[in-house]
């Protein structure tokens, strides 16, 4: 199996590891935007959250807000910029599906969800929302 997720949670290769349960892992990513960047991962493998079936969501979500716990408790942020790139145009580069947790101060320069792409839509939301 090649998937570098699978592998820590088969801990043939090494994690710094934040929170464990039966269904997740949490861990210091290896290249943090903020002190305390942390990843979580479903013990299972699947790469996207269409993917995903309610025990996995469910368990993910509880080792999401798990983990906040933590990381409020050591390093007392001020708040949390949580989310998770869902396919390869969106930044996925790991194939295996993890909710990435960053630790925020006041004043450190970040962005909100809303940087993350700024392009003008095509049409008016009227459109839009006749789509659905
Ligand atoms: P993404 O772009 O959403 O797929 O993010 C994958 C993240 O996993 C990146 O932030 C990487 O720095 C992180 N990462 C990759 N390999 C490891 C590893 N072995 N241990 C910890 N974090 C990792
Ligand atoms: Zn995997």
Do not use: Y
């Not at 903020?34 to 079936?53: F, R």
């Not at 999401?64 to 949580?82: G, W, Y």
């Not at 990435?100 to 700024?118: A, C, F, T, Y």
């Amino acid at each position: 199996m090649s998937c570098i997720f699978c592998k820590i949670i088969q801990k043939d290769i090494p994690a710094h590891v934040v929170h464990e349960s039966d269904s997740t892992i949490s861990f210091l990513d290896i290249h943090p935007c903020t002190k305390g960047h942390t990843v979580v991962i479903p013990k299972t493998h699947l790469s996207s959250i269409e993917d995903a079936g309610e025990h996995v969501l469910s368990t993910l979500l509880s080792g999401v807000q798990e983990t906040v716990a933590i990381l409020r408790k050591v390093l007392s942020p001020d708040a949390f910029s949580i989310g998770w790139n869902n396919g390869e145009e969106a930044g996925q580069v790991v194939p295996h599906l993890h909710v990435h947790i960053l630790p925020r101060w006041k004043g450190d320069g970040g962005g909100s969800m809303h940087s993350i792409v700024q392009k003008d839509s095509v049409g008016t939301i009227e459109e839009l929302a006749a789509l659905f």
